[in-house]
C-alpha cells in the first residue's frame, strides 16, 4: 500500500507520518513546511534562539527521506506574515490551506492507493482524491465545530470578558469542513467525546474510526527524585483559553484560598489575556516554553488540570500521566478513554466550578495517596505509546474497501 498523508501544518501528522514510514505504508507526506531529520540540522537549530526553535521543534519528520518529505514553504512564510499583519487568524489559514490542497502534485495523488487529510484542510483534496480513483481517510484532529460553537455561546454567557478569546467557527469553513464530513470514505478521530459529536452532527457512525493519540513514553516520564514537599502544585498547560476552562479555573482557585497549594500555568499569554489574569495566591504564570523545559516542569508538579469546554482530544493530558501526574479533567476531552477505571484522576463536568473546586480540594485533602495516583498514571498513559498508535492506524488502512 501507498498512502499519501497531507497537513499544511503540525498537530500530530508528523508523528503519523513517521509510523506510516515504519509501517512501510508512507509513499510521500505533504506539508508546508518541515525538516527531514540529520544531525547538521540538529545542531543548525540547537544554535538558534529559543523562540525559534520552538517553533522548529515540531517541524521534524524524523527518518524521511528528501523524496519522501515534500513541502510548499512559500505558504507558511506568507501565512506568517498575514498573521503579523493582523489579519484574522482563521481566515489565513483558511486561504494557506486551499492553496496547499491545490499544490500537491497529481502524480503524486496517482500513484496512491490511499489519501488521508486533514480536517479543515481536505474539503478540495478529498474530491481530487476520489477523481483518482482513490480512497480519501479523514483524520479529524477536533471534536465537530458545531459543538465547538455551543461551547464558545456558553462561555460567552458565563465569561463575557473572555468572549472575544473563543469564537464560533467561520460559516464558510463550516461548509467546507461539512463536506469532507460527508466525502470521506473513513473518518478517524481521537476521542469517545469527538466522536460522539460527530454523530450527533450527522457523520454517520459506520464510517467513523476511534484512534487514541499516543504518547513517547521515554521522553515523558516521572520523575525519580521529587518527593511530595510542603505545597501541593497544580499545573495547567495550553492556550489561555476560555475554551480550555482557563477563567473558571481561576475562578474556582480565588474561591479555594487553599494554603499550602501552587496553581502554575503554562502558555502564551496575549496581552489581552494578561488584562484579564488576577493576582492570586500561589497563582505562577510561566509563559510559553518549549517541549524540553515542558517535561521537566511537569516532572516537578504533582496534579495535572485541564477544565476544557471542547477539547478533540487533549494530548497534554496523557502527557502528564505519562509523567505520573494524576490528572483532573472534564468529559469533554479525551478525559473519559484515558482515566476509564485507572483511578489516576478525576473526571467533572465541563462548567462546573463547584465540581472543579471539589477536585481539587480532594486532591489537597488525600495528598497522601498522590505517589499512588501516580504510579496508576503512569501505568496507564504506558498503554497508549505511539506504536501502539501506528498499529491501529495500520489496521484501518487494512480494511477492505
Known amino acids: 500500500m501507498k498512502v499519501l498523508l497531507a497537513h499544511p501544518g503540525t498537530q500530530h501528522a508528523f508523528t503519523l507520518g513517521a509510523q506510516l514510514h515504519r509501517k512501510r505504508l508512507l509513499h510521500e507526506f505533504w506539508t508546508c513546511f518541515g525538516l527531514s531529520d540529520g544531525e547538521l540540522r540538529r545542531r543548525a537549530v540547537a544554535a538558534l534562539p529559543s523562540f525559534l526553535r520552538r517553533k522548529l521543534e515540531n517541524r521534524f519528520a524524523f527518518d524521511l527521506t528528501k523524496r519522501e518529505l515534500r513541502t510548499i514553504p512559500w505558504l507558511e512564510f506568507k501565512a506568517l506574515r498575514q498573521l503579523r499583519s493582523g489579519i484574522n487568524e482563521e481566515e489565513v489559514m483558511m486561504e494557506r490551506n486551499e492553496k496547499f490542497q491545490r499544490a ?3 502524480d503524486s495523488i496517482a500513484a496512491s492507493d490511499t489519501i488521508i487529510g486533514f480536517d479543515t484542510s481536505s474539503w478540495l483534496l478529498v474530491d481530487r482524491a476520489h477523481n483518482a480513483g482513490k480512497r480519501f481517510v479523514l483524520d479529524q484532529s477536533h471534536a465537530h465545530p458545531q459543538a465547538s460553537s455551543i461551547a464558545a455561546a456558553r462561555v460567552s454567557q458565563e465569561f463575557p470578558e473572555w468572549a472575544d478569546n473563543f469564537r464560533p467557527t467561520l ?7 461539512e463536506h469532507e464530513y460527508r466525502a470521506a470514505d473513513l473518518v478517524v478521530t481521537a476521542s469517545s467525546f469527538a466522536r460522539q459529536t460527530l454523530i450527533e452532527n450527522g457523520v454517520a457512525p459506520e464510517k467513523i474510526r476511534l484512534n487514541p493519540h499516543g504518547v513517547d513514553l521515554v521522553r515523558f516520564r516521572p520523575s525519580e527524585t521529587r518527593p511530595l514537599g510542603q505545597s501541593v502544585r ?5 492556550s489561555l483559553s476560555a475554551r480550555k ?8 482557585w480565588e474561591k479555594l484560598q487553599m494554603k499550602g497549594a501552587e496553581l502554575w500555568i503554562l502558555g502564551h499569554v496575549s496581552s489581552e489575556v494578561r488584562k484579564l489574569l488576577p493576582n492570586l495566591p500561589g497563582l505562577r504564570i510561566l509563559g510559553k516554553r518549549s517541549r524540553p523545559e515542558l ?3 511537569l516532572r516537578s508538579c504533582d496534579v495535572f488540570v485541564l477544565p476544557s469546554y471542547f477539547e478533540g482530544f487533549g494530548l497534554v493530558l496523557l502527557e502528564a500521566l505519562a509523567c505520573g ?5 472534564t468529559e469533554a476531552s479525551a478525559g473519559p478513554d484515558l482515566l476509564g477505571k485507572s483511578g489516576a484522576g478525576i473526571l ?38 505511539w506504536d501502539n498508535y501506528g498499529d491501529r492506524w495500520k489496521a484501518i488502512l487494512d480494511e477492505p474497501t
Open 104 to 106: 500537491i502534485a497529481t
Open 348 to 385: 467533572i463536568q465541563s462548567g462546573s466550578a463547584e465540581q472543579l473546586a471539589a477536585a481539587i480540594t480532594y486532591m489537597m485533602d488525600h495528598r497522601s495517596e498522590l505517589p499512588v495516583m501516580s504510579r496508576l498514571a503512569r501505568t496507564r498513559a504506558e498503554e497508549f505509546s
Open 325 to 329: 501526574l494524576p490528572i483532573i479533567t
Open 295 to 297: 517535561v521537566e516542569i
Open 171 to 177: 460559516p464558510s469553513l463550516l461548509e467546507k469542513q
Open 245 to 252: 476552562g482557563v477563567p473558571l479555573m481561576l475562578a474556582a
Open 234 to 238: 497544580f499545573i495547567f498547560v495550553g
